[in-house]
């Protein structure tokens, strides 16, 4: 998800923690170990300061710090803050940084981005692309959630952020259920196949891929799938001139379910189809025939 929407998590959850009778810099503890929570396996952008890292973002993102083994390192490190900051030690805040930074990393292997969830163990890129990277609807409950608990005085705000969750995770499920079926759907007609969740809820690209041809088609549960786009991939390219020459190709191939190989005049690059917008991938890697390389500069998740 993006930082917005894990700022929103973290708040969310201190939200739905029963603060009465408790002291102030207890209550800053909280709030401290559910934004850092929701925030601290980002930490691995300190990444960009190198040109190793660079190179290897789209591997190295969301990867060894996004993983479950790491949620109870990042909660004992929040812990441990909390203590020295304000010489509070209690379970509640292990709990609490703990549920945050599991929020960060599940709710990230559910878009298109994906999360390294069992690094460094199973270096598999979990992404199962039912929610859009920035999900509206999430927000929107967010949004009512907060208004309730500001002018419903008579209602205890804890109460109404637990029923934000349960509405929250209603959500998930809702779209899991619908990609679960598209993706199974899909599979019989495609060997490879991947979900991307469009911002609007329900609605879903499916990206198929048999052998040389890549499929790019609109889907929802009630519509079924209609066909967008039909790429031809240059399976039998030899790419090492495109490695040599651009590093991040070989790490986009490595990080994509599957890739779209190019090769004419022009350019020999690789894309991941499942950012193909307008005619060209959002996340696209290639060389000029004239021995120079580019690559699109901007990256998002």
Not at 105 to 113: A, E, G, K, P, V
Not at 191 to 202: D, R, W, Y
Not at 245 to 264: E, R
Request: hydrophobic letters at 45%.
């Amino acid at each position: 998800m993006d930082s917005v929407t894990h700022t929103l998590f973290g708040l969310t959850t201190y939200g739905s923690v029963k603060k009465e009778k408790i002291s102030k810099p207890y209550k800053r503890a909280l709030l401290f170990s559910a934004l850092v929570g929701s925030q601290i396996p980002d930490i691995d952008v300190v990444m960009n300061l190198t040109e190793v890292g660079r190179i290897n973002e789209q591997l190295w993102h969301r990867g060894l710090t996004h993983s479950l083994f790491f949620v109870p390192l990042w909660a004992g490190l929040i812990y441990w803050l909390c203590s020295i900051f304000w010489g509070v030690k209690d379970r509640g805040l292990f709990k609490l940084a703990f549920i945050n930074v599991l929020i960060h990393d599940l709710s990230d292997s559910l878009n298109t981005w994906g999360t390294g969830l069992l690094e460094p163990i199973f270096p598999v890129r979990v992404s199962l692309g039912t929610l859009s990277i920035v999900d509206f609807v999430i927000w929107g409950i967010m949004l009512v959630g907060f208004l309730i608990s500001l002018l419903k005085k008579n209602i205890k705000s804890y109460h109404v952020y637990r029923a934000v969750w349960l509405f929250i995770g209603l959500h998930i499920l809702l779209q899991g259920f619908q990609g679960y079926y598209l993706h199974q759907l899909a599979s019989e007609k495609y060997h490879q196949v991947a979900l991307k969740a469009e911002f609007i809820p329900s609605q879903f690209s499916v990206i198929g891929k048999n052998g040389d041809m890549v499929e790019i088609s609109r889907a929802s549960v009630w519509s079924g799938m209609e066909s967008l786009e039909i790429l031809k991939s240059a399976e039998d390219v030899n790419l090492e001139p495109l490695f040599e020459q651009n590093p991040k190709a070989k790490v986009l191939m490595a990080w994509s379910p599957f890739v779209v190989v190019v090769d004419n005049d022009e350019r020999l690059g690789v894309f991941d189809p499942r950012f193909y917008v307008n005619g060209e991938s959002f996340l696209y890697e290639y060389i000029l025939k004239n021995n120079t390389f580019s690559s699109n500069p901007s990256r998002n998740g």
